[in-house]
Each structure stands twice: as structure tokens, then as C-alpha cells.
């Protein structure tokens, strides 16, 4: 699909449009998908497979009348803080299994076992990026095209229109903040 086509297609599916939101999930299907990959390897106490992510990603968002996706990359963003939202709730209603709650098992994965990574605490990130977003909401879209959607320095500056040169120090200055924040330090 061309970039003007899908320019189109996004546009509509901003417009509240639901069946061209469906249209712009399917021809984004395969990126999505790759997305969902990568948020489940980063959360490893989250069971679910990436199709089951992706799904209720979509689900949650052809629920809401509106999804601010201006172009292709807002769009992506936006799908990958849902897909963030979700394993978060996630996460959460198993801790509340632990202590008790009633946890109810849907769906059962087919990927094969990613390694663990016991040290990424997803709950702190997502507080961290929420802090970098408040303060520069460029900063946080370009972490979340970044690292959350997988996407390379080169890609995000044909999509933002700047050099590759400023995306690497926008890059850079994210990293830098968010690691501050993570150490307890404010972010400013």
C-alpha cells in the first residue's frame, strides 16, 4: 500500500469511520503483529501471545470513537500505549490473582517461549514515559517509535520529515531522561 493510500485510509479511520479503522488494522496487520512481539518480550510475566495482544488491541481500539492518528507513525504510537495499557492491566490482574482475585485464563499462546527479562519493570517505564511525554511529547513518540514500535532511526526521520542527525539526539536526550527518572531523579 502506498503512503498516500494509507495517509487516506488513517485520515478516514480518524474521521471515526469503523470500518475503515478495521481496513487500516488489516494493512497494518504484519507491523502491528511485530510490535506486539517486542512489548511481550520486554513484559515476560505476561502469558498471552502476540495475536491475542494484537486482537484485543484492536478490539479496545475500534471501541473508542475517536483514535488520534493523524498519520502513519501517531497511529503506531497510539496502538503500541493500547497494546502497553493492556499487558499492564494485565499484569495487574495477575498480581491481584496472587493475592486472591479471579483470573480467568483465555487464550492459550502458540509462540514459542521467549527469554525472561526478569529486570524490566514495565509498570516504572510506562510512569517514566508518561513523565517524558508531559514534558516533551516529541521525546515521548520518538521512544515510543523507537523502542516500543521497533522502528529505525532512519525510518522515524522519513516519517517525522527531519534528519536521521536529529532524531539520533532526540533519541539520545529521551534515554538520557528517562534512565533519571528511573534513578528517582525528576525529569525537567
Known sequence: ???????????????????QRRQLFASLYDE?????????RRNAH???????????????????ETAPAVDRARFMVYA????????????RDRQAQK????????????EL???KQEDFDSVKMNEALEELTRVDPWLGECVDLR???GFSVAEIARMRSVSERTVQR???KARILLHQYLDGQPID
Open 1 to 19: 500500500m502506498t503512503e498516500e493510500a494509507l495517509l487516506a485510509l488513517v485520515e478516514s479511520a480518524d474521521a471515526g469511520d469503523v470500518a
Open 32 to 40: 502491528l503483529h511485530r510490535v506486539a512481539q517486542r512489548e511481550l
Open 46 to 64: 505476561a502469558t498471552l501471545s502476540p495475536t491475542t495482544l494484537l486482537h484485543e488491541t484492536f478490539l479496545n481500539i475500534c471501541e473508542r
Open 80 to 91: 503500541s500505549r493500547a497494546m502497553r495499557g493492556l499487558i499492564l492491566n494485565y499484569l
Open 99 to 110: 493475592r486472591g482475585g479471579q483470573f480467568e485464563i483465555t487464550s492459550l499462546t502458540t
Open 113 to 115: 517461549p521467549v527469554a
Open 147 to 149: 523502542f516500543f514500535c
Open 170 to 172: 532526540d533519541w539520545e
